[in-house]
């Protein structure tokens, strides 16, 4: 299985509610990621979990709360948005062999195109 | 600090056409260099990789040289068909599980 999934494919939401994006693989990566894409522009990390530990916060405001529950499992929890937020949120994954000096590919998900209203 | 720059588009080619992405980075230590390709409303694949110096990644005909001496990576393919039009990202990753993006380039075959 060389596949990320990310669940729902489209997400409408207000600025009041709270709702939740799912990532999975089942590649034995030890790393994850999440990222926003605008339209025609290139993704921007947001978080980096590696062994199930958040290793990168690229500044993103508390809105967003990433979880990650196991190896496999990467979620990321969504309260109170602005309509800026709206985009696609790209889910990827990866190796983690940095002690090895290895600088592995990441795997993208479909990702989850996001309206806030 | 680590950056990538690639050639601004669109590049419109007409099919069996040569094709030619520049990229270029800028980096401390000792990157892996990428090509991801987005087709419209996807998520990236991966398209080719370089991990280090002179290596040349290739895949499905495009073929991309690591090369330290010019810090570049440009993408080449031979003949482009149609079903090749989509967004083309250049990008570095470190050894701290980052990549950074170049800005991507969209790519238009015409028949």
């Known amino acids: 299985d060389t596949e990320v999934t990310q669940t729902p494919k489209h997400l409408v939401m207000g600025m009041t509610n709270k709702k939740s994006l799912k990532c999975e693989q089942h590649m034995g990566h030890r790393a994850m990621y999440w990222y926003k894409q605008k339209a025609k522009k290139p993704p921007e990390l947001m978080f980096v979990y590696s062994y199930e530990k958040l290793s990168i916060n690229e500044s993103v405001p508390s809105r967003f709360s990433p979880e990650c529950p196991n190896s496999s499992l990467l979620n990321l929890h969504l309260h109170a948005l602005q309509p800026e937020d709206s985009a696609l949120y790209l889910c990827a994954s990866s190796q983690d062999d940095r002690a090895g000096g290895g600088y592995n590919e990441q795997f993208f998900g479909p990702g989850t195109r996001l309206t806030v209203l | ?111």
């Open chain 2, 1 to 111: 600090g680590n950056s990538v720059t690639q050639m601004e588009g669109p590049v419109t080619l007409s099919e069996e056409a040569f094709l030619t992405i520049n990229c270029t980075y800028t980096a401390t230590g000792y990157p892996s260099l990428f090509w991801y390709v987005q087709y419209p409303g996807e998520g990236l694949q991966l398209l080719l990789k370089a991990t280090k110096a002179d290596d040349k990644g290739s895949n499905k005909g495009f073929e991309a040289t690591y090369r330290k001496e010019t810090t570049s990576f440009h993408l080449e393919k031979g003949s482009v068909q149609v079903s090749d039009s989509a967004v083309y990202f250049c990008a570095l990753g470190d050894n701290f599980n980052k990549f950074y993006f170049g800005s991507g380039t969209k790519l238009n075959v015409k028949p």
